[in-house]
């Protein structure tokens, strides 16, 4: 056939970039039998630096990872990972210490019961997330999700990562042309040239000619090369909805060389913002995410090099050096636009509140892998199909981002009061709210079964920011038939979490024996 996809070219070098290249190239592997169908390029700037952030990971990972074929053992010992089980908030409901969990592992029984209402119900009942699971007790001791002996990917507790942005783009480099056959260039894209039918023909590159190809892949991070810049595709701010527009990143030194490494992502919040705080076995990576609307460059600064002073001492706030980094929050109208599919920061960003970024690059690179077009013919249906799914995504980030400010009870400052603003809540959001005044969320609640952020992660925002769920005029919270069930399940849920606190070992413990030992292989 003769508009059969013969190239593709991924330009960017990114976490988007060389994700994007590992997934396709391992669906589409060349095997003894013979050659790739097509050819896989990836171009990528010698100039343009990588964004460098982008520490936290959801459990997806753990699937990308295996699916593109990296050894979970490697991939520890070169990107500087640890374990992330979730993230814990701190001063987000009053500001006055408050503290509360999201852990990736979901409520016991979720598919068969649901334990919201019957928490609701007990009286002196402990957090919400410490009731229904038994992640949350490894936070506070730094434990690890597993065994040295668990096999590589499994786990007691459900877990994502915590890594170093530039070692996981290096790592994947070097999988992806030493064994996955992705041929690499090194050059800047100076120049987009379209076809007669209005698809992108190919590329100047000012080090390696014209390089021609039937799809491209725009991994070119918030400058959006070919989505963006070359056929104007329409930014679409949500600033209206989530008002962090700029970051201060820093890198803080662990004050004794054993420190434990903790199980989660830390986030305190601020007056105009919050304090993200990741732990990796050699170092803590920390920020704060703010609005430049409601807080300026340097007051933003202080309440960074402040909280840093907390966690590691004078001398390390003293010698670290913040990177300011601004974006515009909002994604594209739409992400594939005829030859062409934008992935990662060229397709939007948002916050990294919820950490949703990575993972949205994981289903791009999945999709397109899994739906490959046989053909430019069939291209524009796979698009539109792509564009829905991902509109859906994006929309979902922003109503979930936006539930943990609206359910705050801060007013101190007028962030939280903007963020409290009718207008500034979205209009399925505010309907949610009024629905879950009466009932708990559960499974009816969900849109589709590729949810980006699944009902369960909305129980733990609820119930642990406070949201009140009123009792029926019976006097119960319904799912009455289930009331032994969930009794046996708190119970047990209890007896789970003394057992794993006493027998899995501390995530720094783990981590070095991996490094020294490794995984058994799965
Ligand atoms: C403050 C902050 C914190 C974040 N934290 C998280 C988090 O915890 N979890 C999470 O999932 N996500 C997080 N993100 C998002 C995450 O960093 C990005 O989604 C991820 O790194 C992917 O970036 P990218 O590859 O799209 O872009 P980039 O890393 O910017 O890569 C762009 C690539 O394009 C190349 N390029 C640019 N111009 C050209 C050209 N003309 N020719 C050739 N190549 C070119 C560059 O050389 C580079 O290789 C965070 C983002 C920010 C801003």
């Given at each position: 056939m003769e508009d059969t996809i013969q190239r593709i070219v991924i330009v960017g070098g990114g976490s988007a970039g060389w994700l994007a290249a590992g997934v396709i190239a391992a669906e589409h592997r060349v095997d003894s039998q013979g050659e790739r169908p097509f050819e896989l390029v990836l171009i990528e700037s010698p100039d343009v630096p990588t964004?460098?952030?982008?520490?936290g990971t959801w459990p997806s990972m753990r699937a990308t990872l295996q699916r593109v074929g990296l050894s979970e053992t490697d991939f520890i010992r070169e990107c500087d990972a640890s374990f992330k089980q979730g993230t814990w908030f701190r001063n987000w409901r009053t500001g006055d210490g408050d503290t509360y969990s999201h852990p990736f592992t979901v409520p016991a029984d979720f598919a068969g019961t649901n334990l919201a209402p019957h928490w609701l119900a007990l009286t002196d009942a402990p957090p919400f997330a410490d009731a229904v699971t038994p992640q949350t007790a490894l936070f506070a001791d730094c434990l690890a999700p597993k065994q040295i002996t668990t096999p590589e990917y499994a786990f007691e507790v459900n877990y994502g990562y915590h890594l170093d942005a530039g070692k996981f783009a290096e790592l994947l480099r070097k999988h992806c042309t030493e064994n996955l056959g992705v041929h690499h260039i090194e050059a800047n894209v100076a120049r987009i040239n379209a076809a007669n039918n209005g698809d992108i023909r190919s590329v100047t590159t000012d080090r390696a000619g014209d390089i021609s190809g039937d799809l491209f892949i725009d991994c070119t991070g918030s400058r959006s090369l070919l989505l963006g810049e070359h056929f104007e595709v329409p930014f679409q701010s949500q600033q209206a909805y989530l008002f962090n527009d700029t970051a201060l990143a820093a890198q803080v030194p662990y004050t004794e060389e054993n420190q434990p490494i903790q199980s989660c992502t830390h986030s305190t919040a601020q007056t105009a913002g919050w304090i993200w705080d990741i732990g990796l076995p050699t170092r803590r990576g920390t920020g704060h995410v703010y609005s430049s609307a409601h807080i300026s460059d340097d007051e933003a600064t202080a309440q960074l090099l402040a909280y840093i002073k907390g966690i590691a001492g004078d001398a390390a706030a003293a010698s670290v050096e913040p990177r300011k980094i601004r974006f515009e929050p909002g994604h594209r109208q739409e992400f594939w636009h005829r030859n062409c599919v934008a992935i990662g920061m060229s397709s939007g960003f948002i916050e990294p509140l919820e950490a949703s970024a990575l993972v949205m690059i994981e289903l791009a690179a999945g999709m397109i892998a899994d739906q490959?077009?046989?053909t430019r013919e069939v291209m524009d249906i796979v698009a539109r199909r792509y564009n829905r799914k991902f509109l859906r995504h994006w929309n979902q980030i922003i109503e979930f981002l936006k539930l943990h400010y609206v359910l705050s009870a801060r007013d101190d400052s007028p962030y939280w009061q903007d963020n409290h603003a009718a207008a500034s809540i979205p209009d399925k959001l505010s309907e949610q709210l009024s629905l879950w005044r009466y009932r708990s969320p559960w499974h009816q609640d969900a849109e589709a079964v590729d949810d980006l952020f699944p009902t369960p992660s909305y129980q733990y925002i609820l119930y642990g920011m406070g949201f009140e769920t009123l009792p029926r005029p019976t006097d119960s919270y319904g799912q009455n038939h289930h009331r032994g069930r969930a009794a046996e399940l708190f119970q047990q849920n209890a007896a789970r979490a003394a057992q794993l606190q006493q027998t899995l070992p501390g995530n720094r413990q783990l981590l070095d024996k991996v490094r020294e030992f490794g995984f058994q292989k799965l």
């Open positions: 964004i460098g952030v982008g520490e490959l077009p046989a």
